[in-house]
């Protein structure tokens, strides 16, 4: 059985999926119906809409989203490690990190954060981007 309808968690925020879920339109993410509410407002969730139905008509039934599988930019990743390396946080304290991240003018890094838990996660985990 596919794993969208057997994972328990939201691959962005981690809430449970009881209350629901429904693949993102920027990537293939499982996501809560409280995350869809947010992709919504996304400048570019219009043009993920417009994309995902001519992929669709062309026969595409597995395109990926406009944003495809996020991975981490090497940008992304040295930020990660300077505060890794500070010794200061639980790197799962992720609203912490991203206190830090936008005091150091880290954006790159607090955005990435918004949307990509699922990612981030397997980073500090394994080093996997």
Known sequence: MDK????????RCGAELKGGRIMSMFNTDCICLKC?????LDPEYNKAL????????KGN?????IRG???ISDQVAEQILVIRDMGKYNMFDVKSIQ????????????????GNLKTYSEFILTGKR
């Open 61 to 65: 039934y597995n395109y990926k989203g």
């Open 50 to 57: 417009e994309v995902e139905r001519e992929q669709i008509q």
């Open 4 to 11: 969208f309808f057997t994972q328990t968690a939201c691959d």
């Open 36 to 40: 869809k509410e947010k992709e919504q």
């Open 99 to 114: 206190v830090e991240a936008y005091e150091r003018g880290y954006y790159e890094l607090v955005m990435f954060l918004e």
């Open 69 to 71: 599988t996020r991975r």
